[in-house]
């Protein structure tokens, strides 16, 4: 089992910057995937970014060039640097960890973009 807890979202103006943690439990954290989706208010949940245990990322069209995955194994915990965000990055951003077979979640973390 492998707990999540996400931390970071907030209230930001466009344009400006937020930055994601996720703290995840477990001993192999470093051959996990880890990854961040969101969910905007009725719309189903998308991919965002992930990061592969091998250090391989992959983000969504609409992200990149602004958000960058990163981890830190000797932590457990992965990261989602948010820049020049926009209004339609507004949705609860959940941390995904994959560990072989099963997938789990965070709780998830509200992050709204609005002037």
């Known amino acids: 089992q492998v707990q999540l807890v996400e931390s970071g979202g907030g209230l930001v103006q466009p344009g400006g910057s937020l930055r994601l943690s996720c703290a995840a439990s477990?001993?192999?954290?470093?051959?996990?995937?880890m990854g961040w989706y969101r969910q905007a208010p009725g719309k189903d949940r998308e991919l965002v970014a992930l990061h592969r245990s091998g250090g391989s990322t992959n983000y969504a069209d609409s992200v990149k060039g602004r958000f960058t995955i990163s981890r830190d194994n000797s932590m457990n915990m992965v990261f989602l640097q948010m820049n020049n965000l926009k209004s339609e990055d507004t949705g609860v951003y959940y941390c995904?960890?994959?560990?072989?077979?099963?997938?789990?979640w965070g709780q998830g973390t509200q992050v709204t973009v609005s002037s």
């Open positions: 995904y960890a994959l560990n072989g077979g099963p997938e789990y």
């Open positions: 477990g001993n192999s954290f470093k051959f996990y995937t």
